[in-house]
């Protein structure tokens, strides 16, 4: 499957985003953690959108 250079650079960014989620999560950091979520949730739902 080939991905575009934008499609790359999501999937670099929402690897990073669940980084950053697993991180606050281990420092107890409850509402960064639910921030990072909600933009990794937006992040995987525009992906999926470009999929179709």
Request: aromatic share 4%; proline share 0%.
């Amino acid at each position: 499957m080939m991905t575009t250079r934008g499609n790359e650079q999501s999937l670099r960014t929402l690897a990073m985003l669940r980084y950053q989620a697993d991180r606050y999560q281990a420092m107890k950091n409850g509402s960064m953690c639910q921030r990072v979520n909600a933009e990794i949730r937006r992040l995987e739902a525009e992906l999926a959108a470009q999929k179709d």
